[in-house]
Structures are given as C-alpha cells and as structure tokens.
C-alpha cells in the first residue's frame, strides 16, 4: 500500500525527529495529521515548502491526553476544552548517580520512565514530568513542584542506594 492511500498521525511532529518524519511522509504523499504540545512551527518551515506545509493538518494537543489522542486517531479535532490551559514538561536530571527502584510506583504525569534497577549516572536525564493548569506560571510551578516530588522519591538511603 502506497503512502499516499494512507493517513499518518505524527506526534512530536514539532520537534526535531518529528518535523523530518512529516517532511518524509508529505514528500510521499500522505495524509498527515501532525500532533504536538507545542505551536512553534519553525523546524517545519525550514524544511517544507509552503505547499507542503499546508497540506499538513496542525492539532495541538498532548500525547498524555487519552481523549485528544483518540479523537485525533478517529478524524476528529479535539474539543476545545480538551485543551484548555497550559502544558508544561520539564526533563528531570540525577543530581548523583541513582538506581531507580524495583518497585517504584510511577505517577501518571511522568514520562520516558525508566525501567527498575537501571543506573542513571549524575546529571544524566530520569524522566520528564508534565502538567497541565489554568495558567502558564500555573503549569511551570506545578512541573517544579512534581520534579522536586521526583527528586525526593529517589533521594538515597544511608546505604547508597536509591529507594
């Protein structure tokens, strides 16, 4: 079945790895719908003639939201106030080497999880925590809030060892 039969869904699709994927497929002759947190789409303008870039179908909406997500998957634009407010993530670093427990019971507002028992050196990324609240400065203090919920989840024993 050629690309141009078919209908893509591209989340992501502002970001680096994301805005080559719609310029490969759009190249083919997809359909395709491009999924992202963000609105910025000036990695898109760079690579994509303004032909192209109008035949993608825009959808700002986060991955993390089950309803946008399906709504999106069945043709249909999510409702308005699916996305209402703002959305902010933060990449959350090891202050010092960790091991992420075996039975770390991860919140649903964390992403890019590891996996128990991995080793993460100092200053290397744990995971990426998102939010969502009325108001920008509302969603970043409430990312800061959870990174420091993070922090203190895997603070060190007195053995060396995470918890």
């Not at 990174?147 to 918890?163: H, S």
Request: glycine fraction near 8%.
């Amino acid at each position: 079945m050629s690309a141009q039969a078919e209908r893509f869904l591209v989340t992501g699709a502002l970001g680096c790895i994301g805005a080559w994927t719609v310029r490969g497929l759009v190249r083919d002759g997809a359909q395709v719908v491009a999924l992202d947190v963000g609105s910025d789409a000036r990695r898109l303008r760079l690579i994509l003639t303004p032909e192209e870039l109008a035949a993608v179908t825009f959808v700002t909406g986060d991955i993390t939201d089950l309803a946008s997500v399906e709504a999106v998957l069945d043709g249909k634009l999510p409702s308005p106030l699916a996305l209402e407010g703002a959305m902010a993530s933060a990449l959350v670093y090891a202050p010092e080497q960790l091991r992420i427990p075996e039975g770390i019971n991860w919140p649903d507002w964390v992403a890019d999880r590891p996996r128990p028992r991995e080793s993460i050196d100092k200053n290397r990324p744990i995971c990426t925590v998102l939010a969502r609240a009325e108001t920008k400065t509302q969603a970043k203090g409430l990312v800061a809030e959870r990174r420091k919920q993070i922090l203190a989840g895997l603070r060190p024993k007195n053995t060396g060892e995470a918890r």
